[in-house]
Structure formats: structure tokens, C-alpha cells
DNA sequence: CCAATCCGATTGACGCGTCAATCATTCCCG
DNA sequence: CGGGAATGATTGACGCGTCAATCGGATTGG
């Protein structure tokens, strides 16, 4: 891959930042999730599709759009829009001007679901997180996941740059 | 506590923190299941199984200790075991005695698939996370961690307290 | 000894995510 | 025009994760 040949292992305290860090975020991300579908019914990846499609023009977006606005591949927007549309919360129309693909549009239903979690969301977020960390400690996790994305970016996936 | 600040809605400023801290955490958590998929046909979940089971003490466990090693509930252990057996990687055997459950063990393939794995699991995570980091961010990274689990353990779910 | 119960573990249903394959429409070149 | 290639999007198969329900052996109290 990069220029180097076989570098030394992580150290085990690099290991040990690693699985506290994966082991840390893996937990939240669940408890978020969990929050949100107990008190909303809804899963994070829904929240942020309201939110993509509350804040568009017209809210509606083409499929594509959509897909870059929430940073999912295409196909997992796919599944997961046919499952939001069989609750309600969105729906498909035509569109004029390219018929490949429809419009997506967020429903009376999936606004008011969207503006109700907010609250939920916020609170979740402040509750197990911010709530968690000092404002230096939030800074530095901030300054590092930066590094993180810039990092997988260059080296890893380049299209994951995402936004 | 008796900060009434601390109530209202998170700042901008946190909300972007949490974006990027959970956006990172989540494209380096595929990067590197990709990754060990693509090189050695497994996933971090088979990974850390094959790991708890090599270090066990006869090579075997009890489901829940298993559990316990993996942090994970029952019920997604019992499923992750089932898709294990059918490829081999690992067995159920009788317990002598508590016929209500088998132990788990690790087969010959599945030992060698984790001796084989181990290198590449270890150069996924210094390409990919490791060498994004300066030390004094890698150590950052650790300690808001470790704050975040806390934090949870404390709020959230009592049970998270794993491992 | 036998029922009631507890406990270890599994199962089924369903949402979520990825990959590869597929469709349908539009674009483009002859 | 007509017949590909490119493009927008969906589908199917399958692994993964959670919840609720269940199963069967172990315990225990009468």
C-alpha cells in the first residue's frame, strides 16, 4: 500500500487506546440508538434522513442527492428508504425532468415524527455524551476524529470524505 | 448537577463535535471490517471470538463466559456461534457438567485462521488508526474514552460495565 | 418424588448494511 | 433514427444485532 515495507506492530498501549476507543463508541452509538427508538420509535438513520429531507428546498431530494447528504452508498438508502416509506415517514414521486429515479419527499407524518425527536435527540446527545467529557476532553476528541476522517480519507476509502 | 445550564440543548460547537466523533468512529469501524474481511475472510466479531477462545484456558469456554470474554449479550453470541460453526471455525461439545449448554471450542482451522488474521489485524489498526494520531492525540482519544464508558456505565445501562 | 421455577442457551422475526447483479431510462455515436 | 454505453436507482442474498419468546436441563420446596 504506502511506500513503507513491514513496520512494527502497535504497541500495547496503542492497543489498548484502540479497543477503549472502538469499545467506547460502539457503546454509545448504541445507546443513542436505543434511546431514540425507545422514546421516538425511530433509528438514528432515520433521524438523519428526516433532518436531510426537513432541510431541503421543497423537501424533496433525488435519491442520489439524498445519498450524499446523509454520506450512504446508494443501496443502503435504497433498503432503508423502502422502509421508511412502509411506515409513512417518506414517500416516492415522480419526477419531472429525469425519470429514472423518483423524488424523495418526507411526509406530514415523517415532519412531525422529525420535529417531535429533536428534543430526544438532543438531549440523548447532551445526556451520554457532552455530558460525559470535560470541554477539553470534547475539543480533543473532536480535533482527533478530524484526524481520523482526513487520515481514512487519504488512505483508506477516498471516496469516504463524505459531505 | 446544580448547573441549570447544563440542561438546555447542546452549542452548535458540541453538536459538530458529536458529528465528527461519531462519523469517525463509525467509517474507521468499517474501514477496518472491510479490511480484515477482504485479507482474511472474517469479521472483527469472528476476530474477538477467535481471540477469547485461543487465550482460554483449554481452549474452550462456557457460552456465557464466552459472552462475558466478548462483552456481548447472549442471544447475539448464540447467533455469531451458529454462522462460526457452519464455516468451521469453531465447535459446540457437550459439558460434563451442565448438560444445559455446550462448550464452545475453537477448531484447528479456527486457530489457524486467527494466528493467520492477527498480523493483519494488527497492521489495519496502526495504518488506520494508529498513524492518524499523534501520541498526545492517541492518548486524548483513550481518556475520553474511557470517560464515555464510565459515564455510561453510571447513566445509562448498568449492565454496560463489561469486561 | 414431583411440580414449580430458575437458569443457560437457542430461536424467530425483523431492522440494518454490504456486495453484486439487475432494471429502466437517458445519452451518445454512427 | 437505432443500438450500445452510461447513469440513477432498486433488488436479492446474506451477514450482523436486538428483542421477545421459547426450550430443556437443573434446583428446590412440599
Same mark, same amino acid.
Given at each position: 500500500?504506502?511506500? $513503507?515495507?513491514?513496520?512494527?506492530?502497535?504497541?500495547?498501549?496503542?492497543?489498548?487506546?484502540? &479497543?477503549?476507543?472502538?469499545?467506547?463508541?460502539? *457503546?454509545?452509538? &448504541?445507546?443513542?440508538?436505543?434511546?431514540?427508538?425507545?422514546?421516538?420509535?425511530?433509528?438514528?438513520? @432515520?433521524?438523519?434522513?428526516?433532518? =436531510?429531507?426537513?432541510?431541503? /428546498?421543497? *423537501? *424533496?431530494?433525488? !435519491?442520489?442527492?439524498?445519498?450524499?447528504? #446523509?454520506?450512504?452508498?446508494?443501496?443502503?438508502? !435504497? %433498503? %432503508?428508504?423502502?422502509?421508511?416509506?412502509? &411506515?409513512?415517514?417518506?414517500?416516492?414521486?415522480?419526477?419531472?425532468?429525469?425519470?429514472?429515479?423518483? @423524488? #424523495?419527499?418526507?411526509?406530514?407524518?415523517?415532519?412531525?415524527?422529525?420535529?417531535?425527536?429533536?428534543?430526544? %435527540?438532543?438531549?440523548?446527545?447532551?445526556?451520554?455524551? #457532552? @455530558? $460525559?467529557?470535560? /470541554?477539553?476532553?470534547?475539543?480533543?476528541?473532536?480535533?482527533?476524529?478530524?484526524?481520523? &476522517?482526513? %487520515?481514512?480519507?487519504?488512505?483508506?476509502? /477516498? @471516496? =469516504?470524505?463524505?459531505?
Amino acid at each position: 500500500m504506502a511506500d $513503507a515495507r513491514r513496520r512494527s506492530t502497535p504497541t500495547a498501549g496503542e492497543l489498548a487506546a484502540w &479497543r477503549e476507543y472502538i469499545e467506547a463508541s460502539e *457503546r454509545i452509538r &448504541r445507546a443513542i440508538a436505543a434511546g431514540l427508538a425507545d422514546q421516538e420509535g425511530i433509528s438514528p438513520g @432515520d433521524y438523519g434522513v428526516l433532518l =436531510a429531507l426537513a432541510e431541503a /428546498p421543497d *423537501r *424533496r431530494l433525488r !435519491s442520489s442527492a439524498l445519498a450524499d447528504a #446523509v454520506g450512504w452508498e446508494r443501496s443502503r438508502l !435504497s %433498503h %432503508h428508504l423502502a422502509r421508511m416509506e412502509r &411506515r409513512g415517514l417518506i414517500a416516492r414521486e415522480e419526477c419531472g425532468t429525469d425519470s429514472r429515479g423518483a @423524488d #424523495v419527499v418526507i411526509t406530514a407524518e415523517g415532519l412531525h415524527v422529525f420535529r417531535r425527536s429533536s428534543a430526544s %435527540h438532543f438531549a440523548l446527545i447532551r445526556d451520554l455524551f #457532552v @455530558d $460525559a467529557l470535560t /470541554p477539553a476532553q470534547l475539543d480533543a476528541l473532536q480535533e482527533a476524529s478530524a484526524a481520523i &476522517r482526513t %487520515h481514512l480519507a487519504e488512505q483508506g476509502a /477516498p @471516496d =469516504a470524505i463524505a459531505g
